[in-house]
């Protein structure tokens, strides 16, 4: 009973707790709006709409769910191409990660290994990577569109279906990515234990075998660490590409809404991005830990 009552206790209670915290010292610092009746210099009467408290122009909760309600009650409506469900946003998002992600681990696995095999390639490319790695996805996007300028895939009705924004989205996605899963994978690979490589020399094994049998299972939990925080920047380039180039999803809602003033629906976008990497990051680590128990 202690034991269940303790579980209870860490997974529901205290995150209640923490979010009743948040949420009260939300209200607290939001702004509050008072409505006045006043007459005008003509005698007619005018309502006056004012706001004030520590932060005039934020929202507060009760505010932020009426003005959002439309896009969580219909979470798949699709009512233009900016104006749509926040589920349907999400996917659009997802999808664009996805594609990004992918690009990443195929690109970066073999780097890894490369970088945690051979002494000279990490001393050839490693001060590179340095380099690269801290730039910013919004200095990779515009070398993105400029790269991929001029490319067009036309569907069958002759419209485009993938553009130079849509390559600079994935070239940005990917290149930002990667870098964990190329570090966490040298680092594994590097950790393999020398007794491990030993044995596969003496039972002659192929390279191919000894990188199927020894290498891979045995860098396999330093991958996963990178590929979780692989996903982790790759949802968070996404928003920022999305803002800049204006295309549906989370990050283009989030920046046609600032555009418009809308606060409430910032807010609402800002819980969106939490919630879905907070999901992603949970997911990640249970395929992690179905690996590590295999």
Same mark, same amino acid.
């Given at each position: 009973m202690k034991f269940f009552h303790s579980l209870k206790l860490d997974i529901l209670l205290l995150p209640l707790v923490g979010i009743l915290l948040c949420l009260g010292g939300w209200a607290i610092i939001a702004g509050k709006s008072t409505t006045t009746q006043t007459v005008d210099d003509w005698g007619d009467p005018v309502t006056k709409v004012e706001r004030h408290g520590i932060s005039?122009?934020?929202?507060?909760?009760? !505010?932020?769910?009426?003005?959002?309600?439309?896009?969580? %009650? !219909?979470?798949?409506?699709?009512?233009? !191409?900016?104006?749509?469900?926040?589920?349907?946003?999400?996917?659009?998002?997802?999808?664009?990660?996805?594609?990004?992600?992918?690009?990443a681990l195929l690109i970066g696995t073999p780097i890894g290994f490369l970088l945690g095999l051979s002494k000279n390639f990490t001393k050839a490319f490693?001060?590179?990577?340095?380099?690269?790695?801290?730039?910013?996805?919004?200095?990779?996007?515009?070398?993105?569109?400029?790269?991929?300028?001029?490319?067009?895939?036309?569907?069958?009705?002759?419209?485009?279906?993938?553009?130079?924004?849509?390559?600079?989205?994935?070239?940005?996605?990917?290149?930002?990515?990667?870098?964990?899963?190329v570090l966490n994978t040298a680092v594994g690979v590097r950790a393999v234990p020398q007794d491990y490589l030993n044995v596969a020399k003496v039972l002659k094994l192929s390279k191919t075998k000894t990188l199927f049998k020894v290498l891979i299972p045995s860098a396999l939990p330093y991958m996963f660490t990178g590929f979780r925080l692989s996903l982790g920047i790759a949802w968070l380039v996404i928003v920022a590409v999305e803002m800049?180039?204006?295309?549906?999803?989370?990050?283009?809602?989030?920046?046609?809404?600032?555009?418009?003033?809308?606060? %409430?629906?910032?807010?609402?976008?800002?819980?969106?991005?939490?919630?879905?990497?907070?999901?992603?990051?949970?997911?990640?680590?249970?395929?992690e830990g179905r690996f590590r128990t295999a």
């Open positions: 005039k122009n934020l929202p507060s909760p009760s !505010e932020t769910w009426t003005a959002s309600k439309p896009y969580i %009650a !219909e979470p798949l409506a699709k009512r233009g !191409e900016l104006d749509q469900g926040i589920l349907r946003f999400a996917w659009l998002s997802l999808k664009l990660v996805a594609q990004g992600y992918f690009i490693d001060p590179i990577i340095q380099i690269l790695r801290p730039v910013s996805p919004l200095a990779w996007l515009p070398l993105g569109m400029v790269l991929f300028s001029g490319l067009k895939v036309m569907d069958a009705s002759g419209r485009v279906s993938f553009g130079t924004s849509d390559a600079a989205a994935l070239f940005t996605i990917a290149i930002c990515a990667m870098w964990p899963t800049l180039i204006g295309k549906p999803g989370v990050g283009g809602f989030l920046w046609q809404q600032y555009n418009a003033n809308s606060f %409430a629906h910032i807010i609402l976008s800002i819980l969106t991005i939490g919630v879905i990497g907070y999901v992603l990051d949970r997911m990640m680590s249970l395929v």
